[in-house]
């Protein structure tokens, strides 16, 4: 069958200009942050509900059978089901896999202590790498993907109790720069952003 279809036309070849500019957007943030991926334009999810991007997850460690976890972004289901127009994303994963893929022992909080406020056209990629970098290595971080300014964000951050924002917006983003703000005590410093590093270090 695979041999059969490989010359047929695929889904990508027929994207609208918006579909287009927003898949790129998805493969944009992916290269980033450094994750690895491979396109695959003949990946068909079971469920027709999905829009847009579907996805599979995969480990090299886990021999034949590498698929960790799949899914899709999904933005009719909710309102097919009678719910407010809620834009979604889900996945399903094979618990028995991921557990062959931790470590023996893992230490979490929830609480993080860095929280990043990246927003505006500009600077919300450069966020987005700076929380991927924290995470990368080993520090609590967290965001909202959802909050689009900078009070909501601040809002969050105070929700989630973290110890300190790192707040970047466009004009911060251009002139590389982020301010980091202890939400204790509300002071708060700009830092370049090739200095972050070594003030994060600096602050755990």
Do not use: W
Request: aromatic content about 8%.
């Amino acid at each position: 069958c695979q041999e059969a279809t490989k010359d047929a036309p695929t889904l990508f070849d027929h994207l609208s200009v918006e579909s287009a500019s927003h898949f790129k957007s998805v493969l944009d943030a992916l290269t980033g942050i450094d994750i690895p991926f491979s396109l695959n334009y003949r990946l068909v999810r079971g469920l027709d509900y999905y829009s847009r991007t579907t996805f599979e997850i995969t480990s090299p460690h886990l021999g034949a059978q590498s698929t960790i976890g799949a899914g899709g972004r999904y933005d009719g289901l909710v309102a097919l089901l009678q719910g407010p127009s809620t834009p979604a994303i889900g996945f399903a994963v094979g618990l028995e896999r991921v557990a062959l893929l931790l470590p023996e022992q893992i230490t979490s909080s929830k609480i993080p202590l860095f929280f990043v406020a990246g927003f505006g056209k500009e600077a919300k990629p450069i966020g987005f790498n700076l929380l991927h970098h924290l995470r990368e290595i080993g520090i609590r971080a967290d965001t909202d993907y959802k909050s689009v300014n900078l009070k909501s964000l601040l809002r969050s951050a105070d929700k989630l109790g973290a110890s300190y924002a790192i707040i970047l917006g466009d004009d911060e983003a251009r002139s590389e720069t982020a301010i980091i703000r202890n939400m204790t005590t509300k002071t708060q410093e700009f830092v370049k952003l090739k200095e972050i590093p070594q003030k994060i270090q600096s602050l755990t």
